[in-house]
């Protein structure tokens, strides 16, 4: 027993360490791709479908999410368990298309005046803020919730979860406002 409970702990910090590096390098090269002098030649045309591939990721990955709560609310865990997995997986296959996209294409400027300028930037700056900062507890609340830790699951979810729901309904918003700007 008490073997386990050490194989345990080393194995958790292994993991933790690799969520900590995890969560410092996305973000890194995300800034790095966006700021990047010369984007990758990628074959440009195909690129500019990916952000409207991307809203309908967002959008399927929120409704994992909100999904993943009734269920655990209802007492459903294999459901919960399932419906947060997917919504992880949509958030992977994310990443990878936004990387693709900010990688080879240019970056769109929005448009809009007055008000609704200022709304964007607000609802833009505070989407990539906590973009930027989710991941982390993301990977632990995953972690824990796959290895059955739910007490550790639990405290970490109270945050990981309201932010990752308004990271993925911010960036449908982004994308719904900015849309008619993109360059086709």
């Not at 973000?27 to 045309?45: I, N, R, W, Y």
């Not at 994992?64 to 947060?84: D, E, T």
């Not at 930027?132 to 109270?158: E, N, Q, S, W």
């Amino acid at each position: 027993m008490e073997t386990n409970r050490l194989i345990s702990a080393t194995n958790d910090k292994k993991v933790f360490g690799w969520i900590v590096a995890i969560s410092i390098l996305i973000p890194v090269v995300v800034a790095v791709l966006l700021f990047m002098p010369e984007k990758l030649a990628l074959g440009q045309d195909w690129v500019f479908f990916l952000p409207h591939l991307n809203a309908v990721i967002n959008s399927a990955a929120s409704i994992a999410l909100i999904l993943g709560l009734y269920f655990i609310k209802s007492g459903n865990v294999p459901y919960h368990r399932a419906a947060m997995t997917i919504a992880f997986g949509l958030g992977t296959i994310f990443l990878v298309s936004y990387v693709i996209y900010h990688a080879s294409a240019p970056s769109t400027t929005f448009g809009g005046e007055g008000f609704i300028r200022t709304l964007y930037y607000i609802i833009l700056i505070t989407h990539i803020i906590l973009a930027a900062v989710a991941l982390f507890p993301i990977l632990l609340a995953y972690y824990f919730g796959m290895t059955g830790k739910v007490d550790r699951h639990r405290k970490v979810v109270r945050y990981a979860y309201p932010i990752w729901l308004f990271v993925t309904v911010s960036g449908v918003v982004v994308y719904l406002m900015i849309s008619p700007y993109y360059e086709f």
